[in-house]
């Protein structure tokens, strides 16, 4: 077998390579579009008066933040089909990621809520705003600059995570270069692709979430301006 990268093999698996880029791409995207709106059914959960629902709400988030998403996917594709619930690869994969990182982002959504000033809460109530316009107009524009980094933190995590999926038989990036590996026996070229493709999209995904939030705080510092 011939030692060193072979850049005429590296050149004939890029398409197989680029198209499993894709998958992940959608399988991060699918993920996290997923996570955002656990995320909110969490905290929802956790801003309920009901204390049975805050009891039950919180246990289910640290269960699930205290286990590691590797045993999550093992058990929801391998486990749940013992009960009468069986789900493809994709499905298993994007629901498990979903509320892997759900629970984190509620804590985010959770965070940045508590980061809004008490005395806007008790302005609007004072005003006798509606809930749902004191969360619309006042607090959520102050509370989304707040969670950004949060939010693309967890958006990069997802994307880094997705490896994992491999496991269960997910046709993403780290899964078509396993398979291409064994099948010409070389990983040197495949594996060195994943880490490639890997960087090329995280650094700049995580230069947007920071340039995103510089927009969002040069907004917000101007609509004050405009207030005062």
């Not at 509620?106 to 008490?118: I, P």
Request: one cysteine or more; a positive charge; proline letters at 4%.
């Amino acid at each position: 077998m011939e030692m060193g990268f072979r850049w005429d093999f590296a050149y004939e698996i890029l398409p197989q390579m680029l198209w499993a880029t894709l998958n992940t791409i959608i399988a991060a995207g699918v993920g996290y579009a997923i996570a955002l709106v656990v995320g909110l059914f969490f905290l929802l959960g956790q801003r309920t008066p009901s204390k049975i629902i805050n009891v039950i709400n919180r246990e289910i988030v640290e269960f699930i933040r205290s286990t590691p998403l590797l045993i999550q996917l093992f058990f929801v594709y391998f486990v749940l089909p013992q009960f009468g619930i069986t789900l493809s690869a994709w499905v298993c994969g994007m629901i498990t990621i979903g509320l892997h990182f759900g629970t984190y982002l509620s804590e985010v959504y959770r965070g940045a809520l508590e980061g809004v000033s008490r005395t806007q809460w008790e302005a609007c109530r004072a005003l006798n705003f509606s809930t749902i316009y004191t969360y619309r107009r006042i607090v959520l524009p102050q509370a989304f600059p707040i969670a950004i980094p949060g939010m693309g933190n967890y958006l990069v995590g997802i994307f880094k995570d997705t490896p994992l999926l491999s496991t269960i038989g997910v046709a993403e990036l780290f899964h078509a270069a396993t398979a291409v590996g064994g099948y010409n026996y070389r990983y040197l070229e495949p594996y060195t692709m994943v880490g490639i493709i890997f960087l090329i999209l995280s650094v700049p995904a995580a230069m947007w979430v920071r340039k995103l939030e510089t927009r969002v705080n040069v907004a917000q510092g101007k609509i004050k301006k405009e207030q005062i």
